[in-house]
């Protein structure tokens, strides 16, 4: 076991504190990562205050992970000391299943292992990215084209991925109406990926505090949702609309700005329970449906898609005495777009 230094929540809603963690030695098929920078995550914040249940303590956060390999294992064939790597929210799943098969990971059926608040196949807890090093297996790595800036492309890891694949699994591209609900750090990657996969598209926020960096970053349109002539002047337009939002919605009210036979996605995981009528959705074949980042090779994919766009997040650098301040911000919506850490301040 190594010892490496860390930022750790001590138990649920505690601030974060300096610590140190125990990573494993490199095994056969590991590749062992100093971390340069780790994205701050609105999920983290859910995870360390257990707003989505139960959580393992103390937890070290952190799955938007960018960095450089300084050893691998006998075995690793995808990679070499000095490669620039990422890693995502999953570490492990069980590889044997439908899904594993597939390349979809996320939705391993025998539950897959994340990146950190999970438990690994040694009964040891998993520790995220905000720490000095990571030891994960190379299946669950990958690689950061040189196109894309580390700091910029750590996001990415979550955030881009959580938007990359519904945009692609519903066919966001030329001739079609995509709206990004939300312009956060979800939602901004998702008009700079729908933007270059070429749909028209619309920003659905609570307000137009954010419009100029909205279509600065390839919107077409934009408009507040606090004001109910939105809703009346969108009514039926858009195929495609992606939720990053994580509050309850009136999905009635959104349902109704899809055209028929289109689709309303979330990716974003409000705590308390929704409710809705379902002659929202009857009346004209529309579909209300759920995604979850990506698989591995789509992680990839979307990785070479953002470096060939030239598509990294907007973010804004912190030190990690400054993490329990950004938590704040993000909660208060105060971050434009991402907060991500320099790991050298740990």
């Known amino acids: 076991m190594t010892t490496v230094a860390a930022y750790a929540a001590p138990a649920a809603k505690a601030p974060l504190e300096r610590t140190t963690i125990e990573r494993r030695e490199v095994g056969e098929h590991d590749v062992l990562i100093d971390i340069r920078f780790a994205g701050i995550c609105h999920s983290d914040i859910h995870q360390a205050t257990e707003g989505w249940g139960e959580a393992v303590f103390p937890m070290v956060p952190g799955h938007e992970i960018a960095g450089v390999v300084s050893a691998v294992g006998p075995g690793v064939t995808k990679f070499a000391v000095g490669d620039r790597v990422g890693v995502g929210c999953m570490v492990d799943s069980c590889r044997e299943c439908e899904n594993c098969r597939a390349g979809q990971e996320q939705y391993c059926t025998g539950g897959n292992v994340m990146t950190y608040n999970g438990v690994g196949k040694d009964g040891e807890p998993t520790y995220g990215g905000y720490s000095e090093k990571i030891v994960v297996d190379e299946h669950f790595v990958v690689r950061i084209p040189d ?102 919605l009136d999905f009635n009210a959104y349902l109704g700005l ?56 907007e973010i804004e650098l912190i030190a990690a005495t400054e993490i329990n301040d950004a938590y704040t911000r993000v909660l208060g919506s105060d971050v434009r777009y991402r907060f991500v850490i320099d790991t050298a301040t740990i």
């Open 258 to 313: 899809l055209r028929t036979g289109g689709a309303l996605v979330n990716v974003g995981a409000p705590e308390e329970p929704v409710s809705l009528n379902l002659f929202s959705l009857i009346g004209q074949r529309k579909t209300l449906a759920g995604s979850m980042i990506g698989g591995i090779a789509e992680t990839q994919e979307m990785l070479d898609f953002c470096a060939a766009h030239g598509l990294g997040a």
């Open 147 to 248: 196109g894309l800036k580390l700091d910029e492309a750590a996001p990415l890891l979550c955030a881009g991925i959580t938007l990359y694949s519904p945009l692609k699994q519903w066919g966001a591209g030329p001739g079609k109406k995509v709206a990004v609900l939300g312009m956060g750090g979800l939602g901004h990657m998702g008009v700079k990926i729908a933007h270059a996969l070429g749909a028209e598209v619309t920003v659905l926020s609570q307000s137009l505090r954010k419009k100029e960096d909205g279509l600065r970053l390839g919107a077409d349109h934009y408009y507040a949702t606090s004001d109910p002539k939105t809703f009346e002047e969108l009514a039926g337009t858009f195929d495609l609309i992606v939720s990053t939002v994580s509050v309850a």
